[in-house]
């Protein structure tokens, strides 16, 4: 659709959040230690609401698909959840979405529960103010600000901001509530096209410092070194096979179903899963082909820069929004290992940073 824009100033944000509350579950970004995350939004604790900083250390996929839910209860009701705004959503999150919906959405079976809470949610997504060390999304082809995939993107500009709309349902939110929504300053959208800027360059120098290889370099990386056991050994040497890595990742989808019973009700649940666990790709009977941590740590990478950029024209798996990094308690960090594999060389770890 046809790019539309329009200003609103940070009170009349609130105001409107504190409006739709009553219809809609709004899920706003708050800072606490230099570190954001996601909750209800709660007028009492305007002050601590963050519309930019950097991406939260929640991915947005677990509002979508949860890390715990019942597919099937033999007795328990379906409820139907109210819809939902998530705010404050980043350009690496919502680059994320493409391959969320081509796993859950757009194959030969769709998952209910996926589509229904797309369908359920307004996204909202938000400049980057500032980067991170662990920022390097311009080198996975994402971008610290929303290019795609939001209802209505948010960019600060002094003490409002830049609305674009992005959907034609964000255009109705904007029209139903146009009391809320003015016309745009041209100098505000100079300004915001600055601000990108600034934040690009800075997540451009982290990316230079570190030498972090781009799509294009890591193309083909994978499948070259594949069989460079000693390589992916090395990489794998201080996993703890914790999950973290796959967990936080907000392109990871995979998933377990178990069965449970209790007072005499049955259920089907899912469960987010990660490659990484030993008991990942085992099957029935005890058999397992990546019983080894090298195998399971490879096929990470081989399905996130290799299968996707191939089943998705190009799509690589990784939105560069550096959740692993924090997460690993081994300190393996996702660049270096792209650099490693790059190169074909083992990973000449640096002291913990």
Same mark, same amino acid.
């Given at each position: 659709?046809?790019?539309?824009?329009?200003?609103?100033?940070?009170?009349?944000?609130? #105001?409107?959040?504190?409006?739709?509350?009553?219809?809609?579950?709004?899920?706003?970004?708050?800072?606490?230690?230099?570190?954001?995350?996601?909750?209800? &939004?709660?007028?009492?604790?305007?002050?601590? @609401?963050?519309?930019?900083?950097?991406?939260?250390?929640?991915?947005?996929?677990?509002?979508?698909?949860?890390?715990?839910?019942?597919?099937?209860?033999?007795?328990?009701?379906?409820?139907?959840?109210?819809?939902?705004?998530?705010?404050?959503?980043?350009?690496?999150?919502?680059?994320?979405?493409?391959?969320?919906? &081509?796993?859950?959405?757009? !194959?030969?079976?769709?998952?209910?529960?996926?589509?229904?809470?797309?369908?359920?949610?307004?996204?909202?997504?938000?400049?980057?103010?500032?980067?991170?060390?662990?920022?390097?999304?311009?080198?996975?082809?994402?971008?610290?600000?929303?290019?795609?995939?939001?209802?209505?993107?948010?960019?600060?500009?002094? #003490?409002?901001?830049?609305?674009?709309?992005?959907?034609?349902?964000?255009?109705?939110?904007?029209?139903?509530?146009?009391? &809320?929504?003015?016309?745009?300053?041209?100098?505000? @959208?100079?300004?915001?096209?600055?601000?990108?800027?600034?934040?690009?360059?800075?997540?451009?120098?982290?990316?230079?410092?570190?030498?972090?290889? #781009?799509?294009?370099?890591?193309? !083909?990386?994978?499948?070259?070194?594949?069989?460079?056991?000693?390589?992916?050994?090395? &990489?794998?040497?201080?996993?703890?096979?914790?999950?973290?890595?796959?967990?936080?990742?907000?392109?990871?989808?995979?998933?377990?179903?178990?069965?449970?019973?209790?007072?005499?009700?049955?259920?089907?649940?899912?469960?987010?899963?990660?490659?990484?666990?030993?008991?990942?790709?085992?099957?029935?009977?005890?058999?397992?082909?990546?019983?080894?941590?090298?195998?399971?740590?490879?096929?990470?990478?081989?399905?996130?820069?290799?299968?996707?950029?191939?089943?998705?024209?190009?799509?690589?798996?990784?939105? !560069?929004? !550096?959740?692993?990094?924090?997460?690993?308690?081994?300190?393996?960090?996702?660049?270096?290992?792209?650099?490693?594999?790059?190169?074909?060389?083992?990973?000449?770890?640096?002291?913990?940073?």
């Amino acid at each position: 659709m046809e790019k539309k824009f329009y200003s609103v100033t940070k009170k009349d944000l609130f #105001d409107l959040f504190s409006r739709l509350s009553a219809t809609y579950r709004v899920i706003v970004p708050y800072v606490k230690n230099e570190r954001l995350y996601f909750d209800d &939004f709660d007028q009492s604790k305007e002050d601590r @609401i963050e519309l930019g900083g950097i991406r939260q250390s929640q991915p947005v996929k677990s509002f979508i698909s949860h890390s715990r839910e019942t597919v099937f209860s033999a007795s328990e009701r379906e409820n139907n959840p109210k819809p939902f705004i998530i705010a404050g959503v980043k350009g690496c999150d919502l680059k994320s979405f493409a391959l969320q919906d &081509f796993v859950f959405a757009q !194959g030969d079976t769709e998952d209910p529960s996926y589509v229904k809470n797309r369908d359920n949610a307004l996204i909202i997504g938000n400049d980057c103010t500032y980067a991170r060390q662990t920022c390097f999304c311009l080198a996975m082809d994402a971008a610290p600000y929303p290019e795609k995939d939001f209802d209505l993107s948010l960019s600060p500009v002094e #003490d409002r901001f830049v609305v674009e709309v992005g959907t034609e349902k964000g255009a109705a939110l904007a029209e139903k509530y146009r009391m &809320f929504f003015k016309p745009p300053n041209d100098a505000d @959208i100079e300004t915001r096209a600055k601000n990108r800027e600034k934040v690009s360059e800075e997540v451009r120098r982290y990316v230079d410092a570190r030498g972090t290889p #781009d799509t294009k370099t890591v193309k !083909g990386a994978v499948k070259r070194n594949y069989s460079n056991i000693p390589l992916w050994q090395d &990489f794998a040497s201080t996993c703890v096979e914790c999950g973290a890595c796959n967990l936080v990742c907000p392109t990871c989808h995979c998933f377990l179903l178990f069965d449970e019973k209790d007072q005499g009700n049955a259920r089907r649940v899912r469960i987010w899963d990660s490659c990484l666990y030993k008991t990942f790709a085992r099957v029935a009977g005890g058999a397992n082909p990546r019983r080894h941590l090298y195998e399971r740590l490879r096929n990470r990478f081989d399905k996130k820069f290799e299968f996707f950029p191939e089943v998705m024209n190009g799509y690589f798996a990784c939105t !560069g929004c !550096g959740r692993c990094i924090e997460a690993c308690p081994g300190d393996i960090d996702i660049r270096e290992v792209l650099k490693g594999v790059a190169n074909g060389t083992k990973w000449n770890k640096p002291p913990h940073e």
